[in-house]
């Protein structure tokens, strides 16, 4: 079996976050800002409010944006959808437990994610990982649900 792997990069140059923007045109970047597009001024956005931004790379081509964040005790985490000839290698798992890990290392107690609450494929990825909904809603249309994972 030819099992691929998933590498995650943090993008540090305005370039990283540009290769980021254009690995999908049809992206969830969060709800959670002012910015409800897929552009590099929303991403860069992102990062200006304390998200830190990572291309999820297969064989050097980015396949997903990851996003974590640190606040007190906590780890806020988002992800796009996983490019679509890359579904089915079990990426979404590996970014499952990249934040947890991230998570354990920064010693934060629980992990939020948020999720659009149209995208059944994320929505049960959280529930099969153990993450409970909060009931919190975000976005322009509270179409981003609160998911929470207690660590440790």
Known sequence: MNEKKLVFKPAKTD????????????????????????SLE?????????????GALCEEEVVAAVFIKYAPKSLLTKNTPIKLEYQGNGFSHIIKEFYEDEAITRKADKIIN???SDNFR??????????EKTGNKF????????????IG
């Open 15 to 38: 370039q990283d976050i540009a290769n980021i923007v254009n690995h999908t045109t049809d992206a969830f970047v969060s709800g959670l800002t002012s910015k409800e597009q897929w």
């Open 42 to 54: 929303g991403l860069k956005d992102e990062a200006e409010e304390g998200w830190e931004i990572f």
């Open 114 to 116: 948020y999720c659009p």
């Open 122 to 131: 994320m929505i049960s990825l959280n529930e099969g990982h153990k993450y």
């Open 139 to 150: 976005g322009k249309n509270n179409n981003i649900d609160e998911w929470e994972k207690h």
